[in-house]
Every structure is written in C-alpha cells, then in structure tokens.
C-alpha cells in the first residue's frame, strides 16, 4: 500500500470495508442472512473468514434532503403494508467532507504530494451524499444465529474528524475487535458504525435553523440501537459507545445532553482523547457560511431558508470553502450551547453533576495530542504567548499572564522541573491539556474515581495515533510513519476494549492488571515497551484551574 493510500486508509476510510459472499466449508455458498425491520427487510453479507455477517448502509432516519435539509433528523415509519426489501452493499456512503487547509497541508505533508493535488483528492471523494444517514452492523455468525435469546453485548463506533470529515469506514473494519471478543470462552460482541452529519450540515448555529444535529443524529441512531438490536442478537441493555477525538466529544455531549435530564441510551462508554473547541465562534461561522453562500451565487443569501433549496454539488462548495479557511488547529465548524441538547459547555456541567453518572467509563489520552495542531515555529516565550492569545481571543491580559507565569501552571522553566523542555512542548502541553487529556481528569474526578484510564505513550504519542490500535487487522505502519503498530501491543488492548464492552470490567487473567483510576490517579500506560501502570500527570493543578476557569468565564 502506498504512503498515500494508507493515509487516506487511516484518516478518510478510503479503503472502507469491502465484503462479499463467500463458499462455505463445504464449497456451498452460504444464503445472506437477512432481518425483518418493521419498514424494510435488510438483507446483508457473510465474511466467511471472520464468520460474521456484515449489514451495511442501514438508514436509521429520513435522510435530510429537500425539506429536511438543515432539519432535526426524523425517524422511519414503519411500513403499513408489506416492508419494502432492501440489500446492504459495498458501497461507501459518507456525509459531505470537508477539510481546513491546514488539514490539507499536514496531509500532503507527510505524503509528499502536492497540496493542490492532496485537496482535489480529499474535497472529490467516492460516495458522499446528503442522503448518509446510514450506520453499518457487524454480528458474530453465532450470535444472529441464536437470535434475541443471545441478548449479545454491542459496541458502536462514533467516528472522529473534527466533526467535518470522516464517516462510519473511517478506520477500515472491525475484524479483528469481532474476533477478539469470541475469544477466551468470549461470547462475541455485536459492533456497530455510524454516520452523522458534518460541517454545516450537521452544526450551523443561527437564530434559523437548530444548532447541533449531528448530536441529534447520533442521538437517534442509539435510539434505532436501543429499538432493533434485539432482531441481530444484541442487548439494548448491554451498549456501549465508543469514540475517538470528535467522536469522543460527541459522547461527553451525549453524557450532558439535555441537562443530564434523560437517561443515556448506552451503559458504557469508551472515550479517547474528547477535544474540545469550548470557545468556537458560533454566531460568527453562521455569517461566515452565509457570506461564502452569498459569494459563490452571486446573489445575498441571509438565511438557512435559502441555503436550503441550493443545488447539493453548489451547498457542497459553500462548506468546503467555508471550512478550508479555518485556522490552524480548529475546524470551523462543531457543538456549541444551544439551550437544549447543550445546555453549556461540558466542562462546566460535569463540574455541576449535570451528566449520567450512571455511565462506567474507559477513558484515554495520548501524551503528545496538540504536537500536529501547533506552529511548528515556536521557539521563543514570546511565541508561546501569542500563541495562547490568538488561541484564547477572549481571555484577557491579565489571565494569559497568570496562566504562564504561575508556579502550578505553564511557567516559562525548561529545566526539566515541567513536563517540558522547549517552548514548543510547554505550548503543545498546554493545548493538549487545554483542548483534550483534561476532559479525562474531569469525568474520573467526578465520577469519585471509578473509572478506568489508559495513556497512550508510545512514540510520537500524537492525537488519533492510538486509532490504529484499536482497529489493528494487520497492517502496523501508523499515520505519520513513525514507529510500527506493535501487533501484540494492539491486540492486547482490543482484549481490554472488548472485555470492558462485555462486562464493564477490561480485566482478564491474561494480562496486566487494569485498576480504577482511584485516590492514586492510576492509569494503564501503553508505550513502546508494553504496558504498565502510571500516575497520570494531570493530577496536579493545571486541569483544576482551567476547570475553574471556564467555570468563570475568563477562557
């Protein structure tokens, strides 16, 4: 596989799964396994090697066209007469894509490809569509053979990128997680991927039109889980959700959504490295799409009523060139308050116990997350604090110089005292803390430490380079070249996932013990030379203070 290819493999889902019927043992082709659900017979596909059956392209909504474009997603009724039949296939099928240029420009980057060529690449993808909101359905053979009695555990994969690129095939197939989980005497466990709406799609915010709906995406496809699960095997009682990055985001908002004032549709969650743009500039995007829209038609263009019967190829346009002039490290576009599904910001609501703290956590971070998200020219204390001011236009003078020049903070001491030894990695740890890892901390700590942490340290230790992990099937090379996936390494962490998705506990006799969080703040490290057990580094003051901070406004 080229460099090329396996970047767009591991971030776009380029080479998302692709099955097929298979001969059986005895050279007969095994018939499709197929499911009665209520408004459509799915039919799906059999992998014969991993002896699972693959329902792909499931709509769990009326697809948001025409009048529900920019609309709350709406359920599917169920047909009155005879269910229409419908038949999974290969097809890739993703929402719209769209990349900041600063996204395009890493990329091409690490490929050595030209940027212009790297963005006709990515902005001309195979198999985007309004009509995506679909989600895929993996199943042990013997867990649909038996049926609902199996009551199965089910695992479902909320993608990350930034939420304006990426889609249920993000990272491949789930292979060798399906595998994993029948061994041992396992049972198996049911996984399912979804699609959720991107870029202005899924989060223009504005007086017309409903903020967040890729939340309410997400939201309805766990609904659809919780309804029809039962008819693959699976327990709507035994979910589990499991995101990286965006999609990790994603699941803290739906641990607040509402106010904490509906329960979870899920038991546990799985969340790795949540990031988090607390002070996206909501107001100013919806002007900012308007502006492109009024741009790109010649004529003004004031409101989602008129973004709304644009031709999709000219709506498609408007959100790529609106999200390719984010800056550098933001995406332009993302969740903000609403008032209703975002009542506030998470850090301030899981601060309030305004989450479902009825939810078991397995939570992680990687050491180096902001390295890739940074100007790479920061070498001076002067960098560092322009830096932070064009990062935080909000906060004030005063707060900026508190923050690095307290003691307990980002002080500018670079002999070893701190976790970092350059400007450049005093500013990246603070944008980590800042943007990701801290959300970690918060939801242990406010779970009275009854949650199960992993560190992701193996080298580089940049954001998503743990993803490869999680979705190992073989190939070790990573995003960025550096070291090697370590098979043993992967395959001992889908056993941790996979065990937590069954039982709530990732603890096996097989392996090193994975203990609580606790008054120690113990995590699960997983670098270079295997795993052991930690103090995580964000038990000091730093994530306290940005807590409180955001609680007062002056972030």
Same mark, same amino acid.
């Given at each position: ?28 082709? %095994?018939? @499709? ?29 009326? *697809? ?5 474009? &920019? ?25 719209? *894509?769209?990349? @900041? ?23 001309? !993808? ?13 199943? @042990?053979? =013997? ?38 989980? $029948? ?27 409903? @903020? ?5 995406? *997400? ?18 009682? =035994? ?14 908002? !739906? ?52 973004? =709304?019967? #644009? ?25 903000? /308050? ?8 998470? !850090? ?20 180096? %997350?902001?390295?890739?998200?940074? /100007? ?25 110089? &508190?923050? #690095? ?41 406010? #779970? ?11 080298? /580089? ?32 962490? $889908?056993?941790?996932?996979?065990? &937590? ?42 994530? %306290?203070?940005? *807590? ?8």
């Amino acid at each position: 596989m080229s460099n090329v290819k396996m970047l767009l493999w591991l971030y776009l889902g380029f080479s998302a799964s692709t099955f097929s019927l298979v001969f059986g043992h005895n050279g007969r082709r %095994e018939s @499709p396994p197929s499911v009665d659900l209520g408004y459509e017979v799915r039919q799906g596909s059999v992998n014969e090697t991993g002896d699972y059956y693959i329902f792909n392209n499931i709509p769990y909504a009326q *697809q948001p066209v025409g009048d529900l474009r &920019f609309s709350k997603p709406v359920a599917i009724v169920e047909s009155q007469g005879a269910p229409a039949h419908g038949h999974g296939n290969d097809d890739i099928v993703m929402c719209p *894509q769209a990349y @900041p240029q600063w996204v395009i420009n890493l990329m091409a980057q690490r490929s050595k490809m030209n940027r212009n060529t790297m963005a006709a690449l990515l902005n001309n !993808q195979p198999g985007q569509t309004e009509a995506c909101l679909v989600l895929d359905v993996y199943v @042990p053979a =013997r867990i649909f053979n038996d049926g609902p009695p199996a009551n199965a555990s089910v695992l479902v994969w909320i993608h990350g990128g930034g939420f304006t690129f990426g889609s249920k095939n993000l990272f491949g197939n789930p292979a060798s997680l399906i595998d994993r989980s $029948q061994k041992s005497g396992l049972q198996g466990t049911i996984i399912v991927s979804i699609n959720y709406r991107l870029g202005m799609y899924g989060w223009l915010s504005g007086s017309d039109v409903t @903020p967040n709906l890729g939340l309410y995406d *997400q939201r309805l496809a766990l609904d659809w889980i919780q309804e029809y699960i039962v008819l693959f095997g699976g327990g709507p009682d =035994r979910v589990t959700v499991m995101g990286e990055s965006a999609g990790a985001a994603s699941i803290v908002h !739906q641990l607040t959504a509402f106010g904490a004032s509906e329960a979870s549709p899920f038991l546990k969650a799985i969340i790795q490295s949540p990031s988090f743009q607390w002070n996206i500039d909501l107001d100013g995007n919806y002007l900012k799409t308007l502006n492109e829209a009024s741009k790109q038609t010649g004529y003004e263009v004031d409101s989602v009523n008129q973004l =709304r019967v #644009l031709p999709a190829d000219l709506l498609q346009s408007i959100n790529q060139a609106t999200v390719t002039s984010a800056p550098l490290g933001t995406f332009g576009f993302g969740p903000g /308050p609403d008032d209703a599904f975002v009542t506030d910001i998470p !850090q301030k609501l899981i601060h309030q116990g305004k989450f479902d703290s009825t939810v078991r956590l397995f939570l992680t971070h990687t050491s180096h %997350e902001s390295s890739p998200f940074l /100007p790479h020219n920061i070498k001076t204390a002067a960098d560092v604090r322009r830096y932070v001011k064009n990062s935080l236009p909000a906060a004030s003078d005063k707060t900026i110089d &508190f923050l #690095l020049t307290n003691r307990r903070l980002y002080p500018n001491v670079l002999n070893g005292t701190y976790p970092w030894k350059t400007q450049f990695e005093r500013a990246e740890r603070l944008a980590s803390e800042m943007g990701f890892s801290c959300m970690t901390r918060y939801l242990s700590t406010a #779970l009275n430490n009854y949650t199960f942490n992993l560190v992701f340290t193996h080298p /580089p230790g940049w954001h998503a380079e743990d993803v490869p992990y999680v979705f190992f099937n073989g190939d070790t090379r990573t995003p960025d070249d550096g070291y090697p996936v370590d098979r043993n390494l992967a395959t001992r962490l $889908q056993d941790y996932i996979v065990k &937590f998705a069954q039982t709530g506990d990732p603890n096996g006799a097989d392996r090193l013990h994975f203990p609580f969080y606790g008054r120690d703040s113990t995590v699960l490290e997983l670098g270079r030379r295997g795993f052991r057990q930690g103090v995580d580094d964000l038990k000091g003051r730093r994530c %306290e203070w940005i *807590q409180q901070a955001m609680l007062e406004g002056i972030l």
